[in-house]
């Protein structure tokens, strides 16, 4: 399993929230998902021989949201 921290900017309330979470904890390999409203991160545990991080900023994108 790898973890990242990834900086998204336009995160603002609990919809937010479920959608970020809602979308990547979908993903094939995407083990665990949480989103700190406050630093404005997203903390994924995943295994990279499933999901890469490039589809899990993709869907993150899909949302709405600014992955930095």
Do not use: R, W
């Amino acid at each position: 399993m790898e973890k990242v921290t990834l900086n998204v900017q336009g995160m603002s309330c609990n919809h937010c929230v479920k959608a970020v979470e809602g979308s990547v904890g979908t993903l094939n390999g995407v083990n665990s998902v949480k989103v700190n409203l406050k630093d404005a991160t997203v903390a994924v545990e995943f295994n990279p021989e499933k999901v890469t991080l490039v589809q899990i900023k993709e869907t993150i994108d899909d949302q709405g949201y600014d992955v930095k």
